[in-house]
């Protein structure tokens, strides 16, 4: 051994290995770290350093891990963000904190979700309600209503989709095919009152240039239109980036059908009345860049 005279051995018994950097206790004798924590929390030395939870003020006291049955100690406070109590290095970054129970987190997070949700909930009934206005004022609700059940009894005849929909949740349509992928002209609108009221409406049963599905009324838009795709041969690529995203419009006005959430369930539209089951609807391509740029109060309409 190169430096026999450095350090001491440890007075722990069966320990007695060398330490470079021993701690003495005041009773005289010396101890390893590990062994010197143990030595004071044993209550056996009088003259120990007394184990102290919180607020310590200097080194001849320890730290105790406040963990539920853990007597280890450390000289340095380790402070809990949360709950301002000392643990030690293996409960340092326990996953809940003791003094944060699951009633007193939801109410944390309650504060901070409020707002969020809110606004969410406020924006939510205003695009509704602009939804709602758009459609009374391009059309008379009774003669659409009409029009769409003399097209459902035609295309339940002839309809098409994925035989693993039950039957409880199939809704149909007519689907117009887009004649090329290039993007469709469309124009903004973000006032009702620039809208020009339809006079009246063609009944029309005919399903020519048009293939008759059925979807689920459980699905999301977005897979909707995965779907009918599917099922009427038109080339997809909403889940890639490219230029143009395909958009469901419908024929009688040249609405667009939610064009910013994908994730609106087919079923709430029809709550909604923003789809009719029975409707003509084109499938489109529409420029991205149009798709991005838009904000919550603008609507798309074909030209």
Same mark, same amino acid.
């Given at each position: ?7 001491? @051995? ?11 950097? *021993? ?14 924590? !143990? ?27 406040? +963990? ?5 100690? #450390?000289? @340095? ?8 109590? @000392? ?6 970054? +326990? ?7 699951? !009633? ?19 924006? $939510? +009934? ?24 003399? +097209?459902?009894?035609?295309? $339940? ?5 994925? $035989?693993?929909? *039950? ?31 339809? !006079? #009246? ?5 005919? &399903?020519?240039?048009?293939? *008759? ?13 995965? #779907?009918?795709? =599917? ?12 230029? /143009? ?7 009688? =006005?040249?609405?667009?059908?939610? *064009?910013?959430?994908?994730? /609106?369930? /087919? ?6 009345? /923003?789809?009719? !089951?029975? =409707? ?8 991205? #860049?149009? &798709?991005?740029?838009?904000? =919550?109060?603008?609507?798309?309409? &074909?030209?």
């Amino acid at each position: 051994m190169e430096f026999p005279t450095l350090g001491e @051995h440890c007075d722990f018994e069966n320990c007695n290995q060398i330490d470079f950097l *021993p701690l003495q206790c005041k009773c005289g004798k010396v101890f390893c770290r590990a062994h010197f924590t !143990e030595h004071s929390l044993s209550g056996e030395c009088e003259l120990a350093p007394e184990p102290r939870e919180i607020n310590l003020k200097n080194d001849d006291q320890i730290f105790r891990c406040s +963990h539920n049955g853990c007597r280890k100690g #450390s000289l @340095h406070e380790m402070l809990c963000a949360k709950c301002g109590k @000392h643990y030690c290095i293996e409960h340092r970054f +326990h996953a809940s904190c003791p003094e944060i129970d699951d !009633e007193t987190m939801a109410a944390k997070i309650e504060v901070l979700e409020a707002p969020r949700r809110q606004f969410q909930e406020a924006n $939510k +009934h205003l695009q509704e309600k602009i939804t709602e206005n758009i459609r009374k004022a391009l059309q008379s609700s009774a003669k659409v209503k009409t029009a769409s059940k003399i +097209h459902l009894m035609r295309i $339940k005849q002839k309809a098409k989709g994925p $035989k693993s929909i *039950p039957p409880s949740d199939r809704v149909y349509f007519a689907i117009g095919k887009p004649k090329s992928m290039e993007a469709k002209s469309v124009k903004l609108v973000e006032d009702e009152n620039k809208l020009v009221a339809l !006079e #009246s409406v063609t009944l029309d049963p005919d &399903l020519k240039d048009s293939v *008759p599905v059925f979807i689920s009324s459980k699905w999301s838009l977005g897979r909707a239109i995965d #779907s009918i795709c =599917d099922t009427c041969n038109i080339k997809n690529d909403n889940n890639k980036m490219g230029d /143009v995203k395909l958009r469901v419009f419908r024929q009688l =006005d040249g609405y667009c059908i939610s *064009p910013k959430k994908m994730d /609106v369930e /087919v079923g709430d539209l029809m709550k909604r009345e /923003v789809l009719l !089951e029975g =409707d003509k609807l084109l499938v489109e391509y529409v420029d991205g #860049s149009v &798709l991005s740029g838009l904000s =919550d109060n603008t609507e798309i309409f &074909l030209t």
